[in-house]
């Protein structure tokens, strides 16, 4: 039986990709074709993840829900600085650079990708207290925009820290 669903579902995920403007439901006169139901989902998932986090006040079932809307959307950032932010003020370093992480790769400017660099390398040095990874992530942030100069100051001030007189200059 479970077999069969799969089969099932697999088969509607693939009409549903190759055909998104075919109906995926009709209800009387209306329809709804793929690419409008999958819209429809995403904007009901974000409704509802913000409603647990507001009304409810539960940021665990936030996160939950926001991590659901991002696993149905992995190209929307909305979900992931939602996530950000609620770990953020739980204080939840590790979850935090994770997600950061994940917004680093969906970031399709340079610039932005280094300004997240720098705030996972600030996380690591200041929350997480791990300088290796830290001083990578400032890397990773020079690579990206030599210019930038959050990154310079702070791979210059982890380095004198360090005492790494070479790399500090």
């Given at each position: 039986?479970?077999?069969?669903?799969?089969?099932?579902?697999?088969?509607?995920?693939?009409?549903?990709?190759?055909?998104?403007?075919?109906?995926?439901l009709?209800?009387?006169?209306?329809?709804?074709?793929?690419?409008?139901?999958?819209?429809?989902v995403?904007?009901?998932?974000?409704?509802?993840?913000?409603?647990?986090?507001?009304?409810?006040?539960?940021?665990?079932?936030?996160?939950?829900?926001?991590?659901r809307?991002y696993?149905?959307?992995?190209?929307?950032?909305?979900?992931?600085?939602?996530?950000a932010?609620?770990?953020?003020?739980?204080n939840?370093?590790?979850?935090?650079?994770?997600?950061?992480?994940?917004?680093?790769?969906l970031?399709?400017?340079?610039?932005?990708?280094?300004?997240l660099?720098?705030?996972?390398?600030?996380?690591?040095?200041?929350?997480?207290?791990?300088?290796?990874?830290?001083?990578?992530?400032?890397?990773?942030?020079?690579?990206?925009?030599?210019?930038?100069?959050?990154?310079?100051?702070?791979?210059?001030?982890?380095?004198?820290?360090?005492?790494?007189?070479?790399?500090?200059l």
């Amino acid at each position: 039986a479970l077999a069969t669903i799969k089969l099932l579902k697999d088969a509607l995920v693939a009409n549903a990709a190759e055909r998104p403007e075919h109906p995926a439901l009709i209800c009387g006169a209306r329809r709804l074709s793929y690419d409008a139901l999958d819209r429809l989902v995403n904007r009901t998932a974000h409704a509802l993840a913000a409603l647990v986090e507001e009304k409810l006040r539960d940021i665990q079932g936030a996160v939950a829900l926001h991590q659901r809307a991002y696993e149905l959307d992995s190209s929307d950032a909305r979900p992931l600085r939602a996530m950000a932010r609620l770990y953020e003020s739980q204080n939840r370093w590790a979850e935090l650079c994770e997600v950061l992480e994940r917004h680093f790769e969906l970031s399709p400017s340079r610039i932005d990708q280094a300004a997240l660099a720098v705030q996972i390398g600030d996380i690591q040095r200041q929350e997480l207290k791990d300088l290796e990874h830290a001083a990578q992530s400032y890397a990773r942030a020079l690579e990206l925009d030599p210019k930038g100069r959050g990154a310079v100051h702070a791979l210059t001030t982890l380095y004198e820290r360090k005492a790494d007189w070479p790399r500090a200059l």
